[in-house]
């Protein structure tokens, strides 16, 4: 088995091994993964934090041993919390890197960092407020920043942030947690998820006070939430319908 760790800001994880294939989720700085599989050009790996599976280029990643990812992989918590900050190199080069970014590889990467950290689980109240540094972010498909972001991506990573972890689609996150019977169960920071004809979990959100839901659609959004599903605001219509309510913390 092989390791890898993400050396750089925000790199593309793909369906398949090629530039044109879907990108199905995103690797930010500091990830660490074992790699399954590894060709001329790609590598095909496996996240520790949500053990999620993708094609990445094989120029996007730093090799690392068996030992260091151990010793790093799934440790301390430690996570940087500003929108956009910077890593430093023994050059004084500069890597941009996003919110939510890991930490525990600096010392592997030879970087240096100072920005704000987090290093310790924040209370279940602080998820909405991680949420509206999201508002406004475009949709963008596997997509896990404010520059770019999904359902399930927005949903992971605002729990991310406090120091809980999430799966990454939301097919997947929806076998997490206990099931409400009511909307009127449910607290700010809750999970609502929703289907589609077929009965196929497509969508999630997190729930707010008074019946109002932040999620990714568009654009990470607010608006109302009832029995049916969300009640699109600005399009005065339901657009997706609830399937099931989850209290994961």
């Known amino acids: 088995m092989q390791y890898g760790l993400c050396n750089l800001g925000i790199v593309p994880i793909r369906l398949e091994p090629s530039d044109t294939s879907e990108m199905v989720t995103q690797a930010l700085y500091g990830d660490f993964f074992k790699v399954l599989e590894k060709r001329k050009k790609w590598s095909r790996i496996r996240f520790a934090f949500d053990k999620y599976e993708g094609w990445i280029d094989n120029k996007q990643y730093k090799e690392i041993t068996e030992t260091d990812y151990k010793e790093n992989a799934d440790v301390n918590l430690n996570l940087s919390i500003d929108l956009i900050e910077y890593v430093s190199d023994n050059s004084n080069g500069l890597y941009t890197i996003p919110i939510g970014s890991n930490l ?6 030879g970087h240096s960092f100072d920005g704000n950290t987090l290093t310790e689980t924040n209370p279940k109240q602080n998820l909405i407020q991680t ?3 999201f508002l406004n972010a475009p949709y963008l498909w596997g997509g896990k920043t404010p520059f770019g972001i999904d359902c399930s991506g927005f949903t992971q990573m605002v729990y991310k942030l406090n120091g809980y972890r999430l799966l990454r689609d939301a097919s997947q996150q929806a076998t997490q947690g206990e099931a409400l019977s009511f909307i009127e169960e449910s607290e700010p920071g809750d999970l609502a998820f929703f289907d589609n004809a077929e009965g196929n979990i497509i ?3 997190i729930i707010m006070q ?3 839901i932040i999620h990714a659609h568009g ?3 607010i608006d109302r939430l009832d029995h049916s599903g969300i009640y699109n605001v600005d399009q005065n219509k339901h657009t997706h319908k609830l399937r099931v309510i989850k209290k994961v913390i």
């Open 210 to 212: 008074d019946n109002y």
């Open 203 to 205: 969508h999630v959100g």
């Open 131 to 133: 949420a509206f540094v």
């Open 104 to 109: 525990n590889g600096l010392a592997l990467l």
């Open 219 to 221: 654009r990470v959004r």
